[in-house]
């Protein structure tokens, strides 16, 4: 019996997707936004005990150094800038190690998106991204159009945290990103972790020829950036807003700098004292089932794929038993690799898939697609999976980790938890496989010094805080953020329904909330904007012709009174007609398909052909997005088409430029599900 070992391969993995914004966008279109959200509080789950309520911190502890003045050398921008936007670019310059402001210094990347409104207010949002290790800066311009409803009277200050992206230095590990693509063809359990393992000790050895001192590179010490930067640029307070870890760097920079924090908004939330890898195989098990009975509980999901946990669980085993080497595509290099599929890598394929909320819909699709052999689906999503791989900065990753997150526990403990889950997703981990190349071992291994165990405290603060959570978020479960909440005496905690781990990534309603609260932060922010939002999935609309298939979303409804469908919104925002015609090419396909639909409509086209790599269809002849321009600045008409054997099949999307900025993942999500069925068949034999 051949299998993987997916908790110690998990554990690792869990930080391969970004917990803000990739690197570089993989869906076809402009924007990976999505809305599915609304609010719930709960109190605590008894599996994860909440600290008692303490005294508020009244001092800081320790206190920094303040010989150091840390200064803003202004540079070029390391991205376009838009003609209509005022950013400043460049580097702060601070202490290596802030208790020795004598010593080394480092140059931390720096963004400020300002504020030109008549209202503007003098404290900005700084954002803290996740990881540890997320790289920031290059993805500026998209990170100040996301966050716009945020920051609307306030500067926005963006920054990559020491030994991160285009922070001086950075602490990357090529070599174990190239292991994670050599190990994903690999059988053997124990070949993959002496690979990657191997890889890791590779990295330091060379961070350390470098001269550099890994011990540096902490939480503690990003607190203390975090002021310097404010400093340097002479705001006097901040509103601090981090998820992820950067919820976490987030609690650390109140707890040293609380006098300068003017409000706090974490999501996602990771708190200090909660030790994550050894709570992460308990975590995201119950997040994968959590999602599973979520579709078994809504009847038409639990119609279109049901006993949906009884299959998952059969796919595991049977993947387990025979795996199926499959073929899977770069979505972002196009690079194609051979991926052995084994049961534990659809499980951890979901769990990372739960990082993007715009994809968790068509998980339940995906599930059955695999039960039932067809394997292109969650080779799309895999693709997209391995786009993730260069996200994060690991030499910093590992530093924070091996210094922060395993004071008090041990492999044992590690053990423990892997021994609570149910026994068809504890995999095949060998404890000798674990202890050799688990994480206990690389922090054996990894040459920093380990935080005192007071780090481990609490979080105590009136600070008025925001905590915003996700429901099915595999890493960072609504649990972690009620323990936070329990001593944070001013906040206020939302569970947002259907959403994973990126809450302000994926849903615009959150961005408003967080926006309303930074403005007022001596009240709840309105809620009203998720009243009508609910977890949903994807049903698969099947063609009557049986050309294609296609998803149909949640709360999408379905026209077919005409010869063709039309698939709309729940806000009636976007309109998606759906033809086939014959063509051969694009400009032929977009006449044709206009022929059906609206004879007298008149724009100028423009055909951008480019590789759709998270297409179901991407073995199709050709893709393109056409787009159209109408000169009514209240429409924007787009459409996406595919070219295969004399016929092109084509989706036209009518909506207006405000819905494409907050909902255009939705649109993403139709082509990445869309697929031909002639691409499905077999090839006859000769």
């Known amino acids: 019996m051949i299998r993987k070992a997916p908790i110690i391969l998990l554990v690792l993995l869990l930080t391969l997707v970004s917990c803000a914004t990739p690197t570089e966008t993989v869906s076809p279109t402009i924007t990976t936004e999505t809305i599915i959200d609304a609010p719930v509080t709960t109190e605590p789950s008894s599996e994860l005990e909440a600290e008692p309520t303490l005294p508020p911190t009244e001092e800081p502890q320790p206190e920094p150094p303040t010989e150091f003045e840390s200064t803003f050398e202004v540079g070029p921008c390391p991205f376009n800038v838009p003609s209509d936007a005022y950013v400043e670019c460049g580097h702060v310059v601070v202490p290596e190690d802030h208790s020795q402001p004598d010593g080394a210094s480092i140059r931390l990347a720096v963004v400020v998106i300002n504020d030109l409104s008549e209202d503007h207010q003098p404290d900005p949002v700084i954002l803290l991204t996740g990881g540890p290790g997320e790289k920031a800066v290059e993805n ?237 689906l969650i080779g799309q999503l895999l693709g997209v999976h391995l786009s993730l791989y260069e996200a994060l900065s690991r030499g910093m990753e590992f530093s924070v980790l091996c210094a922060e997150d395993v004071i008090g526990v041990d492999v044992s403990d590690q ?25 206990f071992a690389i922090c054996e291994e990894w040459p920093v010094e380990l935080a005192d165990p007071s780090f481990k405290e609490p979080l105590v603060s009136d600070i008025p805080a925001l905590l915003l959570e996700g429901e099915f978020d595999p890493v960072t479960p609504t649990e972690f953020a009620e323990i936070a909440a329990k001593n944070l005496s001013n906040s206020y905690l939302f569970e947002f329904p259907g959403v994973g781990h990126n809450i302000t990534a994926a849903t615009d309603c959150s961005r408003q909330m967080i926006g309303a609260f930074i403005d007022d932060p001596s009240q709840a922010p309105s809620a009203t904007c998720v009243d009508d939002l609910s977890t949903g999935f994807n049903l698969l609309y099947e063609d009557p012709a049986g050309l294609y298939t296609v998803p149909l979303q949640p709360g999408w409804t379905l026209d077919e009174s005409a010869s063709y469908p039309v698939m709309t919104s729940p806000d009636g925002g976007i309109a998606a007609s759906l033809v086939v015609v014959e063509a051969d090419n694009f400009t032929d396909a977009s006449d044709a398909a206009w022929e059906i639909i609206d004879p007298d409509f008149d724009s100028q086209l423009t055909v951008s052909e480019r590789p759709c790599r998270t297409c179901a269809a991407d073995d199709a002849d050709a893709f393109a997005l056409l787009t159209y321009e109408t000169g009514d600045e209240s429409e924007f008409i787009l459409a996406a088409a595919w070219l295969h054997d004399g016929k092109a099949y084509v989706i036209i999307y009518e909506t207006d430029p405000a819905t494409l900025e907050t909902d255009g993942a939705l649109i993403d999500m139709m082509i990445i599900g869309f697929s031909i069925a002639a691409l499905d068949e077999p090839a006859s034999e000769e």
């Open 140 to 376: 500026g311009v998209l990170l100040g159009y996301l966050f716009q409803h945020v920051h609307p009277n306030r500067d926005l200050i963006i920054f990559d945290q020491r030994g991160v992206g285009l922070s001086e230095p950075a602490l990357e590990c090529p070599d174990w990103v190239q292991a994670q693509y050599e190990i994903l063809d690999e059988a053997d359990p124990f070949v993959s972790g002496e690979i990657t393992f191997d890889a890791l000790l590779a990295c330091r050895d060379d961070l350390l020829d470098e001269g550099y001192n890994l011990s540096a590179y902490n939480t503690t010490q990003s607190a203390h950036d975090v002021n310097a930067i404010r400093t340097a640029l002479g705001y006097e307070e901040l509103n601090v807003f981090g998820g992820s870890y950067g919820s976490f760097l987030a609690q650390e920079v109140v707890r040293q700098h609380q006098d300068v924090v003017r409000s706090l908004v974490i999501n996602s939330v990771w708190p200090l004292e909660v030790n994550f890898l050894v709570n992460a195989p308990l975590v995201t098990t119950n997040a994968v089932l959590d999602m599973l009975a979520a579709c078994e509980a809504d009847p038409d999901c639990s119609q279109a794929y049901p006993n949906l946990e009884d299959v998952f669980s059969e796919v595991v085993e049977t993947l387990n038993d025979e795996p199926e080497m499959i073929s899977v595509t770069h979505a972002v290099s196009g690079e194609q690799y051979d991926v052995l599929l084994t049961g534990d890598r659809v499980f951890s394929t979901l769990v990372g898939l739960l990082y993007q909320t715009q994809l968790i819909p068509m998980l339940p699709q995906a599930i059955y697609n695999v039960s039932n052999q067809d394997y292109a």
């Open 415 to 439: 053990l423990d938890a892997i021994a609570q889950l149910p026994d068809e997703y504890q995999g095949d981990d060998d404890e000798e496989l674990i202890r050799k190349f688990g994480i």
